[in-house]
């Protein structure tokens, strides 16, 4: 859906739709709550966080929002489980709601592993 590779994360959100924007900035927004240290780049042309190392990469498709990289938290196993994509990256479905909730909690677990 994007077509030039963003230099931002808020050019890249601008690409997309309004309802899909809306999605991209609150996974964004999900991500600043939990890890506000984080330094926000552009990687793999989507929208990453850094700290240490990559904490999540997001990225809008045509049908969903993908989240990398593939969730290994034994803890978060059940929760992910309806989302997990063939390489075990996320697929967000776009017409469900989003579990902001568990990308939080992801976003905890990677935070606590980089330190």
């Known amino acids: 859906m994007a077509r030039e590779t963003p230099r931002t994360i808020d050019e890249y959100i601008s690409g997309f739709p309004a309802e899909v924007a809306q999605v991209l900035t609150r996974i964004r927004q999900t991500v600043r709550s939990v890890a506000p240290d984080a330094i926000e780049k552009i990687s793999y042309g989507m929208p990453t966080f850094w700290l240490r190392k ?59 592993r980089a330190r």
């Open 54 to 112: 990559d904490i999540l990469h997001f990225g809008a498709f045509k049908e969903h929002v993908g989240i990398y990289p593939p969730v290994r938290d034994a803890d978060l196993a059940d929760r992910i489980a309806p989302y997990r994509g063939e390489k075990g990256n996320l697929r967000l479905p776009l017409d469900q709601p989003i579990p902001y909730q568990l990308i939080a909690d992801i976003v905890k677990a990677r935070v606590m």
